[in-house]
């Protein structure tokens, strides 16, 4: 019986042994191997103190190592909290204070950017190097040890006495106040969340997927657990350029793979040979509305595969698909619910809308994530009651309220209208506004700044930060936007600064959001 994250591989495993389970450059793993491994680097996390809610943080690009990490935390009995490796060391930091991290996974190469943010971290208590250990700064509070000692300590890994409602992973997103949040999510949430997707993405022992999204990344980890569950097999893949995606494609004759609409609108830009398209079987969108020009241009090059179009939050891990059937039919549509999973759509007193009437996507059902971590406040915001359950229940049962509005048509289908806060939707990406301009701040360069999202046909929305600058009267927009680039992951700089003596204001005093964004796309 599948409790906790790692039975997924430990069940494919008893018979599937000897099947491809997870590929990596020239590296192969069956199910066995990785089940072993990951059973093993579980003794070995145990070994130096890993215990069940033990919060461990894995900073790596995609390899082996990652994914073992990953399960092999679940083995241990601790909370695996996998960082984008695309984040600057503060904002490393920050998730690494935030969610009290004891042990950090990383590379070599990677603790070398880290080490002086490290210093103040106060939780940590070892580093796992993946590669050498050299260099380490005598007087660190921490332990650093190599990532092969750990492997292979030799010993078996004892019952850490989880179920499936403990904790299994701190998912980091951006949030509304700035800081990106933790999402909690369970044993039952990621499991529940495999099957379901797995289902009707009709996932097989025989399928390739192709993992090119961030394991950080809701729908990227997915891959994993939607493959593994199902005996099929994963390619990793660090993204680079558009051309290695038809490349692998072309080499594992990939049957899966799921991407984000900037991504995707650069693959339709590549040339496709038969050998990169013709092995394909499905392609799916997450993370914003798909182009309906590179829908078409897609259905083009992939004739034989069939289209699905999702919507997921990280509260949620996945909420809504639209059937490939139905997409000749509504192309904007975000479907109907996944399996076992229930979506409504209410007004602000959480009672039902009507037919194409406006209001907010709540999810209900055993994907909803156990809350944010550490933050009750935004927590009791986000997660409340269900709506419309009977009053004789005497519990209550918590659904997600998404923040995002849509409506439903007759029929039941549902279309995403808009976001109800602030957050700027870019590459895939959810970036509160303050995070950047926090950091602006920070420069001592600007006196205002106001980032706000304008719509963008490639990568959904553009980031514009608007600013008044700061007592010295030679500001230059393009130091900035170098500043920027120092302390952002490439998804967060700006696409421009404009340059503004005042910022518009709300009578209560804020900076007016909404007149700048008009302003912008006037």
């Given at each position: 019986?599948?409790?906790?994250?790692h039975?997924?591989?430990?069940?494919?495993?008893?018979?599937?042994?000897?099947?491809?389970?997870?590929?990596?450059?020239?590296?192969?793993?069956?199910?066995?191997?990785?089940?072993?491994?990951?059973?093993?680097?579980?003794?070995?996390?145990?070994?130096?103190?890993?215990?069940?809610?033990?919060?461990?943080?894995?900073?790596?690009?995609?390899?082996?190592?990652?994914?073992?990490?990953?399960?092999?935390?679940?083995?241990?009995?601790?909370?695996?909290?996998?960082?984008?490796?695309?984040?600057?060391?503060?904002?490393?930091?920050?998730?690494?204070?935030?969610?009290?991290?004891?042990?950090?996974?990383?590379?070599?190469?990677?603790?070398?950017?880290?080490?002086?943010?490290?210093?103040?971290?106060?939780?940590?208590?070892?580093?796992?190097?993946?590669?050498?250990?050299?260099?380490v700064?005598?007087?660190?509070?921490?332990?650093?040890?190599?990532?092969?000692?750990?492997?292979s300590?030799?010993?078996?890994?004892?019952?850490?006495?989880?179920?499936?409602?403990?904790?299994?992973?701190?998912?980091?997103?951006?949030?509304?106040?700035?800081?990106?949040?933790?999402?909690?999510?369970s044993?039952?949430?990621?499991?529940?969340?495999?099957?379901?997707v797995?289902?009707?993405?009709?996932?097989?022992?025989?399928?390739?997927?192709?993992?090119?999204?961030?394991?950080?990344?809701?729908?990227?980890?997915?891959?994993?657990?939607?493959?593994?569950?199902?005996?099929?097999?994963?390619?990793?893949?660090?993204?680079?350029?558009?051309?290695?995606?038809?490349?692998?494609?072309?080499?594992?004759?990939?049957t899966?793979?799921?991407?984000?609409?900037?991504?995707?609108?650069?693959?339709?830009?590549?040339?496709?040979?038969?050998?990169?398209?013709?092995?394909?079987?499905?392609?799916?969108?997450?993370?914003?509305?798909?182009?309906?020009?590179?829908?078409?241009?897609?259905?083009?090059i992939?004739?034989?595969?069939?289209?699905?179009?999702?919507?997921?939050?990280?509260?949620?891990?996945?909420?809504?698909?639209?059937?490939?059937?139905?997409?000749?039919?509504?192309?904007?549509?975000?479907?109907?619910?996944?399996?076992?999973?229930?979506?409504?759509?209410?007004?602000?007193?959480?009672?039902?809308?009507?037919?194409?009437?406006?209001?907010?996507?709540?999810?209900r059902?055993?994907?909803?994530a156990?809350?944010?971590?550490?933050?009750?406040?935004?927590?009791?915001?986000?997660?409340?009651?269900?709506?419309?359950?009977?009053?004789?229940?005497?519990?209550a049962?918590?659904?997600?309220?998404?923040?995002?509005?849509?409506?439903?048509?007759?029929?039941?289908?549902?279309?995403?209208?808009?976001?109800?806060?602030?957050?700027?939707?870019?590459?895939?990406?959810?970036?509160?506004?303050?995070?950047?301009?926090?950091?602006?701040?920070?420069?001592?360069?600007?006196?205002?700044?106001?980032?706000?999202?304008?719509?963008?046909?490639?990568?959904?929305?553009?980031?514009?930060?608007?600013?008044?600058?700061?007592?010295?009267?030679?500001?230059?927009?393009?130091?900035?936007?170098?500043?920027?680039?120092?302390?952002?992951?490439?998804?967060?700089?700006?696409?421009?600064?404009?340059?503004?003596?005042?910022?518009?204001?709300?009578?209560?005093?804020?900076?007016?959001?909404?007149?700048?964004?008009?302003?912008?796309?006037?």
């Amino acid at each position: 019986m599948r409790s906790r994250l790692h039975h997924i591989l430990a069940e494919t495993a008893a018979w599937r042994p000897d099947g491809p389970a997870l590929t990596f450059k020239g590296t192969t793993l069956t199910y066995r191997e990785l089940s072993e491994r990951s059973a093993a680097m579980g003794a070995g996390l145990q070994g130096v103190g890993v215990g069940r809610d033990h919060r461990v943080a894995i900073y790596l690009d995609k390899r082996v190592e990652t994914v073992v990490s990953i399960f092999a935390t679940s083995v241990a009995g601790g909370v695996f909290v996998p960082v984008n490796p695309l984040l600057r060391a503060p904002q490393v930091r920050h998730i690494v204070d935030d969610c009290a991290a004891r042990v950090l996974i990383t590379s070599a190469d990677r603790f070398d950017q880290l080490e002086d943010q490290l210093a103040e971290c106060k939780s940590i208590e070892r580093v796992v190097l993946v590669g050498d250990a050299r260099g380490v700064r005598p007087e660190a509070r921490y332990e650093v040890v190599e990532w092969a000692a750990i492997a292979s300590s030799g010993a078996d890994p004892a019952d850490a006495g989880t179920v499936d409602l403990d904790m299994a992973a701190i998912l980091y997103t951006s949030g509304s106040t700035g800081k990106p949040k933790g999402v909690v999510l369970s044993h039952r949430n990621l499991l529940a969340g495999a099957e379901s997707v797995s289902g009707y993405l009709g996932n097989h022992e025989h399928d390739v997927i192709l993992a090119a999204l961030p394991l950080s990344f809701d729908a990227g980890f997915s891959q994993l657990t939607t493959a593994f569950s199902s005996g099929a097999h994963v390619v990793l893949m660090n993204y680079l350029l558009p051309g290695d995606v038809v490349r692998l494609c072309a080499k594992h004759r990939v049957t899966g793979l799921t991407c984000v609409p900037p991504l995707w609108i650069q693959l339709a830009e590549q040339r496709w040979t038969p050998e990169a398209s013709g092995s394909l079987r499905y392609f799916a969108n997450t993370g914003g509305r798909m182009p309906k020009a590179t829908l078409d241009r897609l259905r083009a090059i992939f004739p034989q595969a069939a289209p699905f179009l999702m919507y997921g939050l990280t509260e949620a891990f996945r909420s809504t698909y639209l059937d490939p059937a139905e997409v000749d039919r509504r192309p904007d549509s975000i479907g109907k619910a996944i399996p076992n999973a229930e979506i409504l759509v209410v007004r602000d007193d959480s009672s039902p809308c009507g037919p194409d009437e406006e209001g907010e996507l709540v999810h209900r059902g055993p994907l909803v994530a156990m809350g944010y971590w550490n933050d009750p406040g935004r927590t009791a915001e986000r997660f409340r009651p269900a709506p419309n359950r009977e009053d004789g229940l005497s519990t209550a049962e918590l659904a997600v309220f998404s923040g995002d509005i849509v409506t439903r048509d007759e029929e039941g289908f549902l279309y995403f209208v808009g976001r109800k806060d602030d957050m700027i939707k870019t590459s895939g990406y959810r970036v509160a506004p303050t995070e950047i301009e926090e950091v602006a701040y920070d420069t001592g360069l600007v006196r205002d700044a106001v980032a706000v999202g304008v719509d963008d046909d490639r990568i959904g929305q553009a980031i514009v930060l608007v600013v008044s600058p700061g007592a010295d009267t030679g500001f230059d927009a393009a130091t900035l936007l170098d500043e920027l680039r120092g302390q952002l992951p490439l998804y967060m700089v700006p696409r421009e600064v404009v340059v503004r003596g005042e910022l518009p204001r709300s009578p209560n005093g804020k900076f007016d959001r909404k007149v700048l964004r008009q302003e912008l796309t006037a």
